[in-house]
């Protein structure tokens, strides 16, 4: 198996692709002496699916929120000279086409590449047809998962208004190396993504064996995600009901909180580690795997004063007590008395197994939440949200009241969208497809620095306007290079 992919991954520049990571799969590829390589079943192809790296690196975009924090030091005197630097301070004069995006966009095509190439080849294979539609119906949905990540980073989020003009993302679905495709709209690359995934998502797996397949919870949660961003809300309510049907797990961290006051018992403390998890639907991670992801965290795990605002509001929001490191604790990770605080990847020396990129049943609940309160069900969107609350606010009465308007209920669903769903890239996608709405839409401002203020670096208010062209990564110039009709989706020049 890795002298297949060392194969496969020699071919992936020639497109602009990036590394695609593999472990523990070596027992099902044969490998032929002298280091030839042949996959010649549909079940080695199916296999083929199977990535526990999968990954994606934020750097292009994790700082244009207004849910994370930097190390000063990180970002004084770099507001020109680094992506993080220009994005924490909102640097629109700045050129980001001289940044490149590591490997983010590459490695959104390489996963894509490596789903055409099973789709496109194991009909071909031996084996039966029951495992060929398997296969190609997993792969399917990754790569309908991969332009959608795509067209919501490298353009503007879907606005049913200008869609159809919109320059989007290429819709690739061959395996041919040299092909330059033309870029599609953002209208047509959601009519791609919708297509794939409302034909492919039946036909997964309910309990897949490897859970680094994707199930059918997975498929409808993801196909929910895409409808809400489509502003589809009967159908994001349907895709959500469905995926919920088939896994409605929450993790209680009151028990997790028993446990790390040393009420439970010592051996309670891994139940939730590694790969056990509930509500995990999908392993997806910033970096390339669980444990470079983090290291990753020490630089985009550190979370904003304002965020931290928000889980103080009730003084028990578990969410936060249990996974932050506690304010003004010495640390050089992050500067004690700026008022933010770090992300603690263990608790009591117990991994968590939280997936920040992967999508997580929390996610499916509050796509429910915010559709049924689109379609002002207002009754049913409260009962969502408390039924997630209930599992992360400490000592009871965790019931919010109805509120009054539509509008209201959706405010309490997009406050809880940002103490649930952290890093990835939950914030940035949701602050895009929100800005379109003036009654939801947000002006982010970082007053900064807090703490090493001096003449030379005084402290300013920066801010981020809705319609700030920053909402819209530009591609890489590897990208660019290598095919000239990936234009700008900004005003920037190419």
Not at 353 to 372: D, F
Not at 453 to 476: D, W
């Amino acid at each position: 198996m890795k002298s297949l992919f060392r194969h496969i991954i020699s071919l992936l520049p020639l497109i602009g692709g990036g590394w695609v990571g593999v472990s523990s799969c070596d027992s099902y590829i044969d490998i032929t002496p002298k280091g030839a390589v042949t996959i010649d079943s549909a079940r080695q192809y199916y296999e083929l699916i199977v990535n526990p790296m999968r990954s994606y690196y934020p750097s292009s975009f994790a700082f244009l929120t207004d849910e994370l924090w930097a190390k000063e030091s990180n970002i004084i005197g770099y507001e020109n000279l680094s992506a993080n630097g220009i994005n924490f301070t909102f640097n629109e004069q700045a050129d980001r086409t001289l940044f490149g995006d590591n490997n983010l966009y590459e490695n959104m095509y390489a996963y894509i590449l490596r789903s055409n190439l099973i789709i496109n080849n194991i009909d071909a294979a031996e084996g039966t047809q029951d495992i060929k539609t398997l296969a190609k119906a997993e792969a399917r949905v990754f790569r309908a998962w991969d332009h959608f990540l795509a067209v919501n980073t490298f353009a503007k989020a879907y606005d049913p208004a200008t869609a159809k003009t919109d320059g989007g993302v290429c819709i690739v679905t061959a395996s041919d190396l040299e092909q330059t495709p033309a870029k599609a709209t953002v209208d047509e690359v959601y009519n791609f993504i919708i297509a794939e995934l409302e034909d492919a998502v039946p036909q997964l797996q309910a309990k897949p064996q490897n859970i680094y397949h994707p199930n059918r919870a997975y498929g409808y949660g993801l196909l929910a995600q895409v409808y809400l961003h489509h502003r589809d809300w009967q159908k994001a309510r349907d895709a959500a009901e469905k995926s919920l049907a088939l896994n409605d797990a929450l993790v209680d961290y009151n028990e997790i909180n028993a446990y790390r006051r040393g009420i439970l018992d010592k051996n309670y403390g891994d139940k939730y580690g590694d790969d056990r998890n509930p509500e995990v639907l999908s392993y997806m991670w910033i970096g390339s795997g669980w444990n470079n992801e983090q290291a990753i965290l020490y630089t985009y795990g550190i979370i904003s004063p304002e965020l931290i605002a928000l889980y103080e509001e009730e003084k028990k929001d578990l969410r936060y007590t249990l996974f932050f490191m506690e304010s003004g604790q010495p640390t050089t990770w992050f500067d004690t008395g700026s008022g933010a605080d770090m992300w603690i990847p263990t608790v009591q020396n117990s991994k968590f197994m939280y997936a920040t990129v992967g999508m997580r049943t929390p996610e499916v609940y509050l796509i429910q939440a915010e559709a049924e309160a689109r379609l002002n069900n207002i009754g049913k969107a409260v009962q969502l949200l408390n039924t997630l609350r209930a599992k992360r606010i400490a000592g009871g009465n965790t019931d919010i009241a109805t509120p009054s308007s539509q509008t209201e209920m959706v405010k309490l669903i997009i406050k809880e969208r940002r103490k649930e769903l952290l890093f990835g890239f939950h914030r940035f996608f949701d602050l895009k497809r929100l800005n379109i709405e003036p009654e939801y839409q947000k002006t982010v401002t970082h007053v900064f620095p807090v703490v090493n203020i001096s003449a030379a670096y005084p402290q300013q208010t920066y801010t981020l306007q809705p319609n700030s062209r920053m909402y819209i990564i530009p591609f890489p110039h590897s990208a660019r290079d290598k095919n000239p009709n990936l234009t700008l989706n900004t005003d920037e020049r190419n």
